[in-house]
């Protein structure tokens, strides 16, 4: 049997055929898909990120746009002293290279400070009431005493002079006011008891 013989008999086999037309079409199938990622991802042709930190969200926008990016704000914080509205960071870090039709997520001081929910205080100690308050952000505390037979138990908590209601929403870090039974009408009945 010779040379000829011999590759004829393998083409003709066709568990041989089948396997080549696989290896051939697995190989294709790759060149194609490679080809199809690189102009779906547009590899090459990137943006380079500007520098956003300090402007506002309107002037941010129009420097994106122009560019073919755009900004989406994911969180805000409140500062007292800042410019409201500023830019404060953002990803992607500017200097960096992203896709045209990305996002930009910022992060900007925000116009008014967060409203938390003041929960409800009555009867707690006074202790117990400001480590509470203090946990939460609310630095300036202030006790007022009135006369009562228990010392020490919260009775109200307010806010610029109005009595809050339990879970009443109020500034962060606003000050308030505690209303405390000082025991003071239990140490008079005790000295009227006494004469």
Partial sequence: MGKKQT????????????????????????????????????????????????????????IL?????????????YLRDAVPGAIIDQTPKEGNKVKEGRSIYITIYSKSPQQIAVPNLVDYSTRQAAALLTSMGFKQLHIEEIPSE?????????YRGKTLTPEEKIPAGSPLTLVVTSGVLADSLRVDNEY
Avoid: C, W
Avoid at 65 to 74: I, R, T
């Fill in 7 to 62: 590759e004829k008999s393998i083409f003709k086999n066709s568990i041989s055929k089948n396997l080549l037309i696989i290896v051939v079409s697995g190989l294709l199938l790759i060149l194609l898909s490679l080809l199809f990622l690189n102009v779906y991802t547009r590899h090459g042709q990137n943006v380079i990120v500007p520098a956003l930190g300090g402007l506002q969200v309107k002037e941010a926008n129009t």
């Fill in 65 to 77: 746009h122009s560019k073919g990016l755009h900004a989406q704000v994911v969180d805000s914080i």
């Fill in 150 to 158: 228990y010392s020490g138990l919260v009775v109200a908590v307010k």
